[in-house]
């Protein structure tokens, strides 16, 4: 198994940033993407943003793009989704999640097998 360990999160106001970290203590092979979800309550989870963890080419739902920024520490295995500008809207149970999804469903969360613990973000007004 691939353990990801999460952390940041938290509270904040409109317009803030927050940044969050997930560490994947080992790689299994064929692992080619780590992305982050969200969920809130009554939704869907949604797909935000992934990485491929060998070019470090990143992908971003329009939700979030321009907003939030994917990145890898590769020396510590670690992930990062770095959170601006946050908007109420934002507020969910964010998740990262290590896979290899297809070219056409990157965002996709059934193309990830192993996830994270959840972190909760909330954004007041």
């Known amino acids: 198994q691939v353990p990801l360990v999460q952390s940041g999160g938290g509270s904040v106001q409109a317009g803030g940033s927050l940044r969050l970290a997930c560490v994947a203590s080992t790689i299994t092979s064929g692992t080619t993407y780590i992305g982050w979800f969200r969920q809130a309550p009554g939704k869907e989870r949604e797909g935000l943003a992934t990485?491929?963890?060998?070019?470090?080419?990143?992908y971003y739902a329009p939700s979030v793009q321009y907003r939030f920024t994917v990145s890898q520490d590769k020396a510590d295995n670690t992930v990062y989704l770095q959170m601006n500008s946050l908007k109420p809207e934002d507020s969910a149970m964010y998740y990262c999640a290590a896979g290899s999804p297809g070219r056409l469903s990157l965002l996709q969360r059934l193309g990830y097998r192993y996830w994270g613990q959840g972190t909760q973000v909330t954004v007041s007004t």
């Open positions: 990485i491929n963890i060998s070019s470090e080419n990143t």
